[in-house]
């Protein structure tokens, strides 16, 4: 999702799960609905239902489909300097969210396997005919164990460390528009140059971040809200040692790098998931 504020001189690049719709909304009112890209719209559906990704209807204006969609500065940057005719990403406040990988991964992995796709029972049993057949390893069903144990978690966690571990992570897009947090702060993706001028770590005092954030663009307060997130039972009250095995551990260590010394986050095991 992207914000550009022309009359404070922002843009605001709101990566994949980090609990920061509401501080999207709050900004976009410094926003020109006439002249400014706004992530937010009215309606973004189709007659069919469907995401248009062609262009975003607003109530007074049209703007570029890719300010509703989660890309990451190598693609937005050109993108938003072509709309305006030329380059405002060099000299305008770059502003982001930053969150921990392993809650990050947690929400991702729980959205697509029981919000999205209704791979459990209430029980917590997974419902071995909706995985059994999947053929596509960008589907997280897909890195279930064919033969499942009675341990219920047990079964659950060894999805979950297959798919970390798979490599598929390290891919550019997990879906057609959506990408994972540690692409979208490098311009260069080689040289993994961070350009984002300011973050809000959603994990570490986000309050505190917003009242900075607000100084220095001599704004109004910017309230944070808590996310309302609503777990499975058998989710609930698991530590981070519950999730990830030792190779997951590594694997973050080494692939989230720049997101874990940005946001001077490490693996506590002790850690409880829902107490976030």
Known sequence: ????????KFIFIKPYFVNARHIETQLQKYCSSSNDIIGSMNSYLSNRGDKNVEILRMSRSIFPWYCHVHLPLNVLFPKIN??????????????????????????FFWFYTDHNSKFYTKNGDIKKKEIINIKKNTNIGFYANKEFNKNK???????????????????EQMSKWEYLNE?????????KE?????????NDNPQQSLNNLCNNLNIGPITFKKS????????????????????SVA????NFYFTLKQGNYTYDPNCVYSQL
């Open 153 to 171: 978690w047990g079964n659950i966690m060894d999805m979950f460390n297959n798919w970390i571990t798979s490599g598929m992570l390290l891919g």
């Open 82 to 107: 072509n709309f305006y005719k030329k380059n405002i990403t060099d000299n305008y406040l770059k502003i982001s969210v930053i969150k921990n990988p392993y809650e990050l991964l947690i929400d």
């Open 251 to 254: 694997f973050i260590e080494k």
């Open 228 to 247: 309302s997130k609503k777990n499975p039972i058998i989710w609930n009250n698991k530590k981070f040692s519950d999730y990830f095995s030792k190779e």
């Open 183 to 191: 692409l979208f702060y490098y311009d260069n993706k080689k040289s």
């Open 1 to 8: 999702m992207v914000l550009v504020s022309t009359k404070k």
């Open 194 to 202: 961070n350009k984002i001028d300011f973050f809000i770590n959603i």
